[in-house]
């Protein structure tokens, strides 16, 4: 971009002096319409169980989830994201409590439904909320086995699809589970069933306070083989890779692609958003949201005001929504905004 002109003709600051000039000449802008809100789902009746690495989450029982569903089309989120805390005495080596047609989501998923309520589901795809050593795949001879993972995950993806949900997510990060999903879908009546692919997902740091979400934490941390996830997740020192993950899940059959985790990644938001045209969603992942929220809470930071901020960055970047925990805060400011 070229420089026309300059000071004093050219003054920057005329278009800033004003409330209602900022608003005419903005750029991008933070909707209702972007924000989707990911939801813990616990075992129990009318139950709030907080996650105390994530200040204001909880882990809801699936009539509070649908409370909280309920609370999402009143402040016009159009979806939530369900992730289930599984109990531990369900959670085994090859994962088969996630293709169960009654584990937590499936059973939330079906509430939210026969409560009437249009807002959409999208439902994890991944073992670790469901594998006694806490990895998305399954651990064979020290590693995780590729192909067979992707035969749970099938199943997984059946399950979820039949219980009602609009959207399957994988987020395991397995060579080859789009295709193997989408075929899937296909053949068993859920064509219309979207598929939002984690396509760029990390192997990131910030993933923590999720994982306490969901009890995947000490599960992880006691096994000896394979402590960290980077066989699979992408290294965050790539990012022509992330191109090439995303071109491979659209070719398969994604109908959309999530870069995770997202501030820290906004260069590969835009990159993908830019090459690809198609509709690209971010996740600000929990330890962003803990973070922030530690900052805020001890007076740091302004609360709404970070929280918004890094909202809008999304967009700057290209994310066509974004899964936040902030979520109902950011709906009621936006509301309040008119």
């Given at each position: 971009?070229?420089?026309?002109g300059g000071y004093p003709d050219v003054r920057m600051r005329r278009t800033r002096s004003s409330k209602w000039m900022r608003r005419l000449v903005a750029e991008h802008r933070l909707s209702l319409d972007d924000l989707i809100w990911p939801l813990f789902v616990v075992e129990g009746t009318n139950k709030r169980?907080?996650?105390?690495?994530?200040?204001?989450?909880?882990?809801?029982?699936?009539?509070?989830?649908?409370?909280?569903?309920?609370?999402?089309?009143?402040?016009?989120?159009?979806?939530?994201?369900?992730?289930?805390?599984?109990?531990?005495?369900?959670?085994?080596?090859?994962?088969?409590?996630?293709?169960?047609?009654?584990?937590?989501?499936?059973?939330?998923?079906?509430?939210?439904?026969?409560?009437?309520?249009?807002?959409?589901?999208?439902?994890?795809?991944?073992?670790?909320?469901?594998?006694?050593?806490?990895?998305?795949?399954?651990?064979?001879?020290?590693?995780?086995?590729?192909?067979?993972?992707?035969?749970?995950?099938?199943?997984?993806?059946?399950?979820?699809?039949?219980?009602?949900?609009?959207?399957?997510?994988?987020?395991?990060?397995?060579?080859?589970?789009?295709?193997?999903?989408?075929?899937?879908?296909?053949?068993?009546?859920?064509?219309?069933?979207?598929?939002?692919?984690?396509?760029?997902?990390?192997?990131?740091?910030?993933?923590?306070?999720?994982?306490?979400?969901?009890?995947?934490?000490?599960?992880?941390?006691?096994?000896?083989?394979?402590?960290?996830?980077?066989?699979?997740?992408?290294?965050?020192?790539?990012?022509?890779?992330?191109?090439?993950?995303?071109?491979?899940?659209?070719?398969?059959?994604?109908?959309?692609?999530?870069?995770?985790?997202?501030?820290?990644?906004?260069?590969?938001?835009?990159?993908?958003?830019?090459?690809?045209?198609?509709?690209?969603?971010?996740?600000?992942?929990?330890?962003?949201?803990?973070?922030?929220?530690?900052?805020?809470?001890?007076?740091?930071?302004?609360?709404?005001?970070?929280?918004?901020?890094?909202?809008?960055?999304?967009?700057?970047?290209?994310?066509?929504?974004?899964?936040?925990?902030?979520?109902?805060?950011?709906?009621?400011?936006?509301?309040?905004?008119?």
């Amino acid at each position: 971009m070229t420089a026309v002109g300059g000071y004093p003709d050219v003054r920057m600051r005329r278009t800033r002096s004003s409330k209602w000039m900022r608003r005419l000449v903005a750029e991008h802008r933070l909707s209702l319409d972007d924000l989707i809100w990911p939801l813990f789902v616990v075992e129990g009746t009318n139950k709030r169980a907080p996650v105390a690495s994530m200040p204001g989450v909880e882990r809801l029982s699936i009539d509070n989830v649908v409370a909280a569903a309920e609370q999402a089309l009143e402040l016009g989120i159009p979806a939530v994201a369900l992730f289930p805390n599984t109990d531990a005495k369900l959670r085994s080596d090859d994962g088969r409590e996630s293709y169960n047609p009654e584990n937590l989501v499936c059973r939330a998923t079906r509430a939210i439904k026969e409560a009437g309520l249009d807002v959409g589901i999208i439902l994890d795809v991944a073992l670790d909320p469901y594998t006694s050593h806490g990895h998305d795949g399954l651990v064979r001879d020290g590693d995780i086995a590729n192909d067979e993972t992707i035969e749970v995950l099938v199943r997984q993806s059946l399950v979820q699809a039949e219980a009602g949900a609009d959207v399957l997510a994988p987020s395991d990060m397995m060579d080859g589970r789009i295709g193997a999903i989408r075929a899937a879908l296909e053949s068993n009546g859920h064509a219309g069933t979207l598929i939002m692919a984690y396509a760029a997902k990390y192997a990131s740091a910030f993933y923590g306070p999720f994982r306490d979400a969901v009890g995947s934490t000490v599960q992880l941390a006691s096994q000896n083989t394979i402590r960290d996830k980077r066989s699979y997740q992408m290294d965050p020192a790539n990012t022509d890779e992330s191109l090439r993950e995303v071109a491979l899940d659209l070719a398969e059959g994604a109908d959309m692609v999530m870069v995770k985790p997202g501030m820290p990644y906004l260069d590969i938001v835009r990159r993908v958003s830019e090459t690809f045209g198609v509709p690209t969603f971010a996740y600000q992942v929990s330890g962003e949201y803990a973070m922030l929220k530690a900052a805020a809470d001890a007076g740091w930071l302004d609360a709404d005001a970070v929280m918004m901020e890094s909202l809008l960055a999304f967009k700057r970047a290209g994310a066509r929504g974004i899964l936040t925990y902030f979520a109902p805060r950011a709906a009621a400011l936006l509301k309040s905004m008119g």
